[in-house]
């Protein structure tokens, strides 16, 4: 569900994946790392990307935010993925991972997207607890579970667009308390 963080997690896995793939002839593997390289290379380009837009004098914490939630690009397959992604933005700008945990779990609850009693929506439910550690963590944990709040409104198919959208939103509040002060 916390498709930032999954990304990343996806493409090293598909780097070993790939590394561990091969017929075991020598061109094969060659060319298997050679994919497993150029997908590690192009991850870490646009972390490196995210990370430079953070203001000069971050802490290092507020640079990994910036690299761990770029923002979000729509996927041209999926139909409506630019609109969700900016709808789930002006739904948690401005708020505080639990404004929208207050706005958005009771909503989902009601649906039947979240059990009120199911893992999930216990970790949601402590969103508080991750919010004072907020500046310290480049995980996020807060924002992510106020996204995961409002992700479980939306239909499944456009859903991690708008969880995208929203934790963004999220993070750019975040990166805006955090900046160094001028």
Not at 49 to 72: D, M, Q, V
């Amino acid at each position: 569900m916390r498709a930032a963080l999954l990304a990343g997690a996806l493409t090293a896995a598909l780097a070993l994946t790939l590394a561990a793939c091969g017929s075991g002839s020598s061109s094969s593997s060659t060319s298997t790392e050679a994919a497993a390289s150029a997908a590690a290379k192009a991850d870490l380009a646009v972390r490196r990307a995210a990370e430079s837009r953070a203001p000069k004098g971050s802490s290092p914490t507020l640079r990994a935010i910036y690299a761990t939630f770029p923002p979000p690009k729509p996927n041209p397959e999926a139909k409506r993925s630019a609109a969700v992604i900016k709808a789930g933005e002006r739904a948690c700008t401005g708020k505080t991972p639990s404004e929208v945990k207050d706005t958005y779990y009771p909503i989902a609850v009601k649906k039947g997207k979240l059990e009120a009693k199911g893992e999930e929506a216990m970790m949601i439910a402590r969103i508080g607890s991750y919010e004072t550690s907020a500046t310290k963590s480049a995980s996020f944990t807060a924002g992510q579970l106020g996204a995961d709040a409002y992700q479980a409104t939306l239909p499944p198919a456009l859903a991690q667009y708008g969880y995208q959208g929203c934790v963004y939103a999220l993070a750019q509040r975040l990166e805006g308390e955090m900046a160094p002060k001028r």
